[in-house]
């Protein structure tokens, strides 16, 4: 590997010539102490809106049931009591296994104020998945739902004991409450004094995120509340989000989406609006509800927003078109994309990528005029200081601009580990020779040479057919360009007799499927050796509870239908 040049301060762009590429300019600044965000936390974040805003609506659900910033701190202040009552310390986690509402909002922000780490789960899953997540990280408490309680008892592994309960919503299912937990409105009534704030650190840990990735095996991502300043305040630079504004909460709470949502929003004052888990898969309502609810920020998958660019009323969402529209976890597609910016003009687009392990790490602000030639999806764009960047080969040395390599990221944002996994902290993790922290990304790039990065696809989506290594992304991009194609997805199993390249396609509305058509057009876009082997035709494309393609599902399905 190349010898660095000596590592110099991210204050110094603000003088500096534009880069010209990632390796070349920006891997020379090396973060440091003093270009950490601002000596707070999370807790802080919040008690500072609430101090500065304790009247103005701080959450509001989709039943319009509000709690001004004033109220949602008493909730969070009483949960917090009631935690450390119960022995929640500094460091310790609690789980959040309860749809998205407005005590869940409040529950968040207690556990907080405790100095816990809340760990969230899919309120949707089996319960199993969920107790087994909340098992691993070792919770000392969990806030439930009512009519998951039985559920939840009932699926924790045996192994250890049960974790303390606060029961919210009515108990429908006639479950009794177990007599060391306690329900909701006894929390929140409780007198009880508030014990003196536990200090936090900014590399204390804030939450955990479960992942799958590509194994199925959930891993917990460990985010530090420095982890999440340095996100939320490169959002207040760079995006300037409205103050006072109206933020949506499309994004699930396990799913990292939400942490703008949820912290950006209080950083500037404004209420969050949620939206469950029902509303979230409807495109046609949620054009309604972004016009009816007056949403100046909208944040979620690009799938989401190209079902409503499609499904929904064209002049009620060009009537209530959000000031700062976002979108992150896929490929947003040039055609729907297209769709999206010719009903909303005016909005501010931005395409964020980053993994869940950093947050956001790089962005791209979608030009006002996309134009009718254009076929390829837009970059995943620039870095987002102070985090740095570089595009590596396999042996960890830098790639020149135009060369395909993997994104590494280094910086305050990136994660602190993976909880109680030290083999895969060693898997994606290393040090240069100057000692700084590289975070392995798995995802392939190509700097444009001004220091512009665009997506390639994911290292273990690589593939090895007859000799010749395939990125299944390119073949992915290639059936996009197919007029009558509304969604794609691409797998790939190998066995004993070699490896079997599977397409899935769902169709506009009214469009003829057609294998023979299928295969024609592949032959003219791709190489003998990367056209599909089989083409499924479905309705929809699986997808997970973080609204991203289930290459897994469809993995399941290729080897049925070969």
Not at 304 to 325: K, Q, T, Y
């Amino acid at each position: 590997m190349d010898a660095y040049r000596p590592p110099r301060k991210l204050a110094d762009l603000a003088t500096d010539p534009p880069p010209t590429s990632i390796n070349e300019n920006l891997r020379d600044y090396i973060f440091d102490e003093s270009d950490s965000p601002r000596d707070e936390n999370l807790r802080d974040l919040f008690d500072r809106a609430a101090s500065l805003h304790p009247d103005r609506i701080a959450v509001e659900d989709e039943r319009r049931r509000t709690a001004t910033y004033g109220e949602l701190a008493r909730f969070a202040d009483r949960v917090a009591t009631r935690l450390c009552r119960w022995g929640v310390d500094r460091g310790d986690r609690v789980g959040l296994f309860l749809p998205k509402s407005v005590e869940g909002v409040a529950a968040i922000h207690g556990i907080l104020r405790a100095g816990a780490a809340y760990v969230p789960v899919d309120p949707t899953a089996p319960a199993a998945r969920g107790a087994g997540i909340l098992a691993d990280a070792a919770v000392k408490a969990v806030v439930v739902a009512a009519d998951r309680l039985g559920e939840l008892r009932r699926a924790w592994p045996s192994a250890g004991p049960e974790p303390r309960l606060i029961v919210v919503g009515g108990n429908a299912n006639d479950e009794p409450i177990p007599p060391d937990a306690a329900a909701w409105d006894e929390v929140i009534t409780d007198l009880a004094p508030s014990p003196l704030p536990v200090p936090i650190a900014p590399a204390d840990l804030a939450y955990i995120l479960y992942t799958s990735g590509s194994t199925g095996v959930p891993k917990g991502v460990m985010l530090s509340h420095e982890n999440a300043l340095t996100f939320i305040d490169w959002c207040g630079r760079a995006l300037d989000p409205p103050a006072a504004g109206r933020f949506s909460s499309h994004a699930p709470f396990h799913f990292d989406l939400s942490i703008f949502d949820l912290f950006v929003s209080c950083a500037r004052g404004g209420t969050v609006v949620l939206i469950g888990e029902t509303l979230s898969k409807d495109p046609t309502a949620l054009a309604r509800f972004v016009a009816e609810r007056a949403i100046g920020v909208w944040y979620s998958a690009p799938s989401i927003l190209a079902l409503i660019a499609e499904r929904g009323d064209r002049d009620s969402l060009a009537a209530a078109a959000p000031a700062l529209v976002l979108f992150a976890g896929e490929v947003f597609p040039i055609k729907p994309l297209r769709l999206l910016r010719s009903i909303w003009p005016s909005s501010a687009l931005w395409n964020l990528y980053g993994p869940t392990e950093t947050n956001v790490c790089t962005a791209f602000p979608i030009p006002r005029t996309i134009v009718s030639t254009r076929t390829e999806p837009y970059p995943i764009g620039r870095v987002c200081p102070p985090l740095t960047a570089r595009v590596i080969d396999d042996d960890c040395g830098d790639v020149p601009p135009g060369v395909q390599g993997e994104l590494v990221i280094a910086g305050p944002g990136v994660m602190r580990g993976y909880f109680g996994r030290p083999d895969l902290d060693a898997r994606v993790f290393f040090r240069d020779h100057d000692g700084v922290r590289w975070y392995r990304t798995g995802d392939l790039v190509v700097d444009d040479g001004s220091a512009c990065l665009t997506f390639h696809g994911r290292r273990d989506r690589m593939i090895k057919k007859r000799g010749y290594r395939i990125e299944l992304g390119e073949i992915e991009s290639a059936l996009y360009r197919l007029d009558d194609v509304e969604r794609v997805a691409v797998v790939a199993r190998s066995d004993d007799s070699g490896t079997t390249i599977t397409a899935f396609l769902t169709m506009k509305p009214d469009a003829k499927k057609s294998l023979i058509a299928v295969k024609r057009r592949c032959s003219e876009l791709l190489p003998a050796y990367m056209i599909p082997d089989s083409i499924v035709f479905l309705g929809d494309l699986p997808k997970t509870s973080t609204d991203k393609v289930d290459y897994q599902r469809l993995g399941t399905l290729a080897s049925a239908t070969i």
